[in-house]
């Protein structure tokens, strides 16, 4: 449900916008509000270090604003327009890079030229026939869609890759990047006059400019590395939460002794194998709230009666776990490779055990700084009585 928030839902509301109101209102709202989000989305994004949606919020302004209701720009909208389709699925691809960093320009120069390129050779009226002229779909295609074989094919290449690009990485940007095509393409169909395209032309740039706030949200309350709610999230669910309630402060054991002898990519493995088995509690709710430092939080329990349920957590990290590879090790064995002789050496087995405090809200002091400094100290005396262990 989630991939199709907030593209499908823009998508929606710009179908019965169309349907209701006059064109006349329509006019009004992209006249006044069209360059205001081209212009804002593109500073939140370069603000929040997003270069493929700034590239492709000034690739929807220049389509708008040179080429919307300019009658001698008609004929070379649609072929620019396909080469904008065609940019967006090739941004969904690549990262995004500061846009004041080296990286960032260049990303932004190369979709500059790109389109400089394309505008300049759509001059040329033998490049534009050309393009109308393009002949690789079955018979009747095209006439079906009302839009050239070009368009059809790059459209369609154009949403593979981003859909590819969002599913790979999952992040809000590669989504919209997504959403932005299909209202981009829905905007090149020539029943439409230039009112409605100019419409959707600025709904595609709401929902990248949608998508820098939804990733920045992400990132204040999101850890990126195991998907657990970060620091932010636990103390905003405290603030909200009422009556009795227990916090686990869950930390590994030798963390640091282990990401030494094995390294950082390791150690991150080691994190989203305890993260996994925290998020499987049936009763706790996991956070990771800073360095290898989780956090359970059990509304309506005391600490006794969560104290099962942070054992169970504390046994199913201790029994869990897994090989370490050498580098370079392919993840499947290729095919038509033998497979290894029985006495061949097996891959190291790691495990990681973890300390639990738990402390709740039952005290004459029940504020939730307080509930976590003590919820620190009993883990304090788990480490102190052995590690790989519940305090109270």
Same mark, same amino acid.
């Given at each position: 449900?989630?991939?199709?928030?907030?593209?499908?839902?823009?998508?929606?509301?710009?179908? *019965?916008?169309?349907?209701? &109101?006059?064109?006349?209102?329509?006019?009004?709202?992209?006249?006044? +509000?069209?360059?205001?989000?081209?212009?804002?989305?593109?500073?939140?994004?370069?603000?929040?270090?997003?270069?493929?949606?700034?590239?492709?919020?000034?690739?929807?302004?220049?389509?708008?604003?040179?080429?919307?209701?300019?009658?001698?720009?008609?004929? =070379?909208?649609?072929?620019?327009?396909?080469?904008? *389709?065609?940019?967006?699925?090739?941004?969904?691809?690549?990262?995004?890079?500061?846009?004041?960093? =080296?990286?960032?320009?260049?990303? &932004?120069?190369?979709? #500059?030229?790109?389109?400089?390129?394309?505008?300049?050779?759509?001059?040329?009226?033998?490049?534009?026939?050309?393009?109308?002229?393009?002949?690789?779909?079955?018979?009747?295609?095209?006439?079906?869609?009302?839009?050239?074989? #070009?368009?059809?094919?790059?459209?369609?290449?154009?949403?593979?890759?981003?859909?590819?690009?969002? @599913?790979?990485?999952?992040?809000?940007?590669?989504?919209?990047?997504?959403?932005?095509?299909?209202?981009?393409?829905?905007?090149?169909?020539?029943?439409?006059?230039?009112?409605?395209?100019?419409?959707?032309?600025? #709904?595609?740039?709401?929902?990248?400019?949608?998508?820098?706030?939804?990733?920045?949200?992400?990132?204040? +309350?999101? !850890?990126?590395?195991?998907?657990?709610?970060?620091?932010?999230?636990?103390?905003?669910?405290?603030?909200?939460?009422?009556?009795? +309630?227990?916090?686990?402060?869950?930390?590994?054991?030798?963390?640091?002794?282990?990401?030494?002898?094995?390294?950082?990519?390791?150690?991150?493995?080691?994190?989203?194998?305890?993260?996994?088995?925290?998020?499987?509690?049936?009763?706790?709710?996991? +956070?990771?709230?800073?360095?290898?430092?989780?956090?359970?939080?059990?509304?309506?329990?005391?600490?006794?009666?969560?104290?099962?349920?942070?054992?169970?957590?504390?046994?199913?990290?201790?029994?869990?776990?897994?090989?370490?590879?050498?580098?370079?090790?392919?993840?499947?064995?290729?095919?038509?490779?033998?497979?290894?002789?029985?006495?061949?050496?097996?891959?190291?087995?790691?495990?990681?055990? *973890?300390? @639990?405090?738990?402390?709740?809200?039952?005290?004459? !002091?029940?504020?939730? !700084?307080?509930?976590?400094?003590?919820?620190?100290?009993?883990?304090?005396?788990?480490? =102190?009585?052995?590690?790989?262990?519940?305090?109270?």
């Amino acid at each position: 449900m989630r991939a199709l928030l907030p593209g499908l839902v823009v998508l929606l509301a710009v179908g *019965v916008t169309l349907a209701v &109101l006059p064109e006349a209102t329509l006019a009004t709202i992209t006249g006044r +509000y069209a360059l205001v989000v081209y212009a804002a989305g593109s500073v939140l994004a370069a603000v929040f270090h997003r270069s493929r949606v700034v590239a492709g919020l000034l690739a929807l302004a220049y389509l708008d604003l040179a080429f919307v209701d300019v009658p001698s720009a008609a004929e =070379r909208f649609v072929p620019l327009a396909t080469v904008v *389709v065609a940019l967006l699925g090739v941004l969904a691809l690549v990262r995004d890079r500061g846009v004041r960093s =080296r990286a960032g320009w260049v990303q &932004l120069l190369a979709c #500059a030229a790109l389109v400089t390129l394309a505008h300049a050779v759509a001059q040329d009226p033998v490049a534009l026939a050309a393009f109308a002229d393009v002949r690789l779909l079955p018979s009747g295609w095209s006439a079906r869609a009302r839009l050239p074989e #070009a368009t059809l094919i790059a459209g369609a290449a154009s949403l593979a890759l981003s859909a590819y690009g969002a @599913i790979r990485w999952g992040g809000p940007v590669e989504r919209a990047l997504f959403w932005a095509q299909a209202l981009l393409l829905a905007a090149l169909h020539p029943s439409l006059g230039s009112t409605q395209t100019s419409f959707l032309l600025m #709904a595609a740039g709401v929902v990248l400019s949608l998508s820098v706030l939804e990733q920045s949200y992400f990132m204040a +309350y999101r !850890d990126e590395l195991t998907g657990l709610p970060a620091r932010r999230a636990l103390m905003r669910d405290l603030a909200e939460l009422g009556g009795t +309630y227990t916090v686990a402060m869950v930390d590994g054991d030798h963390f640091k002794k282990f990401n030494d002898k094995h390294g950082h990519d390791v150690g991150d493995q080691v994190l989203q194998l305890v993260g996994s088995r925290l998020s499987a509690s049936p009763e706790g709710k996991p +956070y990771l709230c800073g360095g290898e430092e989780f956090t359970l939080l059990f509304p309506k329990l005391t600490r006794e009666d969560a104290l099962a349920g942070a054992e169970v957590v504390r046994v199913a990290v201790e029994e869990a776990t897994f090989s370490l590879r050498s580098w370079g090790r392919p993840r499947k064995r290729p095919s038509g490779s033998k497979p290894a002789k029985k006495s061949a050496k097996r891959p190291k087995t790691l495990s990681v055990t *973890v300390s @639990i405090g738990l402390a709740d809200s039952t005290g004459a !002091d029940a504020s939730p !700084d307080t509930i976590l400094k003590k919820a620190d100290q009993a883990l304090f005396r788990a480490k =102190r009585d052995g590690r790989n262990r519940v305090s109270l």
